[in-house]
């Protein structure tokens, strides 16, 4: 299955943290403060996208959700700590 990556730049502390929620709640893990990852493809980056646009403010805000095809090999490569590391990731990850 294809993974996703989210991010965002919401200016508003309940509006991000109304987000922040929102992308727990449909499965996805805090790798960052403003970044996230899950398990999924175009239909759940379009739920993400869809309710984003019921939380942020579309003049100052923004949510991103890139697709990550599943026949791509990825390597995530650290400067510092994650917040959280889904378990068959932390194999993939490089700190330098």
């Known amino acids: 299955m294809p993974r ?13 943290a109304k987000m922040a929620h929102t992308l727990q709640a449909l499965g996805l893990i805090r790798i960052q403060r403003s970044v996230y990852i899950g398990r999924g493809g175009v239909a759940k980056a379009k739920e993400v996208i869809r309710a984003a646009t019921r939380i942020i403010d579309k003049a100052t805000d923004s949510v991103a ?32």
């Open 65 to 96: 959700a890139i697709i990550v095809p599943d026949n791509q090999s990825y390597k995530l490569l650290v400067a510092g700590q994650l917040l959280n590391t889904p378990e068959k990731t932390r194999e993939k990850i490089l700190v330098v």
């Open 4 to 16: 996703i990556i989210v991010f965002y730049d919401i200016s508003d502390d309940k509006k991000r």
